[in-house]
């Protein structure tokens, strides 16, 4: 069980929003500790999508956003599209473990 | 454009070692915090190892501790991960990556290779 709590599916037709959570703790996120998000297509690297709780990337639709609250953290994606369909990971520091966590990934389909 | 390599992958028997090694260009390599992270088939992404900028600070985690050893050598713009005792669970893909973080408003974003497979058999 990861400490970075994420469900492990999500699902919404072409055009719709969905959000992925990231549940941590007082020795992660919610000490301060920011959160990026990974999207990873089947047979690919990860690819960062969100840094730093809500900045994106060059090159990376502004259909993707990030937030951040207390001892949690979301990705929105806003106009699902077909190729949006992957699967999603946050990262975080957790200084009690002195370790770079991730979440348990969350898979994303696009009915 | 930012472009982390890694090699040395590849079929190993239990117990056996290998080494592996992420080149970095068009980073200013000295001054990035680096890990490795490593992906078993069909599973989740697994932090392993952290290094500092200039070497004086390494974490590893529990799985690991005790076999592997990261270390750098920044006039090279290297990364390497000397992996000993390899388990049938060490089977993995195997990523290098910059630390990504936020101080005073600035942040810098994370950086990954594509990745080096080592299959543990």
């Known amino acids: 069980q990861s400490v970075l709590t994420q469900p492990p599916s999500v699902s919404g037709a072409p055009g719709q929003r969905v959000t992925i959570s990231c549940t941590g703790s007082s020795s992660n996120i919610g000490a301060g500790y920011d959160v990026h998000w990974y999207q990873q297509l089947p047979g690919t690297a990860p690819k960062v999508v969100i840094y730093?709780?809500?900045n994106r990337p060059a090159g990376v639709p502004d259909r993707f956003s990030g937030s951040k609250s207390g001892t949690s953290a979301s990705l929105a994606i806003t106009g699902l599209q077909a190729d949006d369909e992957a699967d999603y990971y946050c990262q975080s520091y957790d200084t009690r473990l002195s370790a770079w966590l991730f979440g348990g990934g969350t898979k994303l389909a696009v009915l | 454009e930012v472009q982390l390599v890694e090699s040395g992958g590849g079929l190993v028997q239990p117990g056996g070692s290998l080494k592996l090694s992420c080149a970095a260009s068009?980073?200013?390599?000295?001054?990035?915090?680096m890990t490795w992270v490593r992906q078993a088939p069909q599973k989740g992404l697994e932090w392993i190892s952290y290094?500092?900028?200039?070497?004086?600070?390494?974490h590893y985690a529990d799985s690991v501790k005790g076999r592997f050893t990261i270390s750098r050598d920044n006039a090279r713009s290297s990364l390497f991960l000397q992996m000993t005792d390899l388990r049938a669970e060490d089977t993995a893909t195997y990523y290098c990556?910059?630390?990504?973080?936020?101080?005073?408003?600035?942040?810098?974003?994370?950086?990954w290779g594509r990745g080096t497979l080592v299959t543990v058999s």
């Open positions: 068009g980073v200013t390599f000295k001054g990035h915090e």
């Open positions: 730093g709780n809500t």
């Open positions: 990556a910059t630390v990504g973080f936020c101080s005073g408003g600035d942040c810098l974003q994370p950086f």
């Open positions: 290094i500092s900028a200039g070497a004086s600070t390494i």
